[in-house]
């Protein structure tokens, strides 16, 4: 088959796009929808002080996992990534809701992922127990040439079967996870910190987590924007183990 296309040039990435588009979030949320317990319709008096001064309530329900609470808050992120993320992502699916682009009605975008220099390659040790380590120069040159002539090759065959004709739906089967794909998640803060708990690495971690680096970079990108939205929710997540309540 030849690699002659007409379409756009085939081009690579070794990073992810993570923005906040749309949010209600802050630390107030928390603290009203907890005190509606002992203050009823007067906890809404909570939406006009400093949450500050009630940062001991957050830090108590996090510790003793009062979660309902965390709920009373969206976010809505748009991310591109590649394929393979949106798969281990999507298995989130308590509190979240996605929206993602579709193969079958727009013609895809020839940008795919190839990792960087600072991505670990070699897995060491057994199922269970083992460990990334860094590969050698010689192993990423082969990784990069490696995937950029596939993507080349099953992207121009898509190219090809568009060209003759062939629905979207169809041709699109040649293309790899690699490929990367867009689309909008909205959650809130309870389901954020179930997800962060388990797809990032951190030195507060009560229960350690072995994540992909890729799904890893996209949720380094959200807690980053959570923090600056709800900064005290976010210390008393660290403060006790990143658990989410």
């Known amino acids: 088959m030849s690699t002659d296309t007409t379409g756009p040039e085939p081009s690579f990435r070794s990073d992810v796009t993570v923005e906040l588009v749309k949010h209600s979030a802050a630390d107030s949320d928390v ?99 083992y460990e990334f380590v860094h590969g050698t120069e010689e192993q990423h040159a082969t990784v990069t040439a490696a995937m950029e002539e596939s993507y080349r090759r099953s992207y121009a065959a898509y190219q090809e079967m568009l060209a003759a004709g062939v629905a979207r739906e169809v041709a699109r089967a040649t293309l790899p996870v690699g490929l990367f794909s867009s689309m909008y998640a909205t959650c809130n803060a309870r389901s954020l910190m179930h997800f962060l708990g388990l797809r990032t690495q951190h030195e507060l971690a009560k229960v350690p987590s072995f994540p992909q680096r890729e799904i890893e970079m996209v949720g380094e990108r959200m807690e980053e924007h959570w923090r600056t939205l709800m900064p005290l929710t976010h210390a008393a997540f660290n403060a006790n183990g990143r658990v989410a309540p």
Not at 47 to 57: F, I, V
Not at 101 to 110: Q, V
């Open 31 to 129: 603290l009203w929808a907890a005190r509606v317990s002992t203050a009823g319709e007067h906890s809404l008096d909570e939406l006009t002080k400093d949450p500050e001064r009630s940062k001991g309530l957050i830090n108590y329900l996090m510790r003793d996992r009062h979660g309902s609470p965390f709920e009373h808050n969206s976010m809505t992120f748009f991310v591109s990534a590649p394929i393979f993320v949106f798969r281990e992502f999507m298995r989130h699916r308590v509190g979240w809701s996605y929206n993602e682009e579709s193969g079958r009605y727009r013609e895809l975008l020839p940008v795919f992922y190839v990792p960087g220099a600072e991505r670990k390659l070699v897995q060491q040790g057994r199922p269970g127990k």
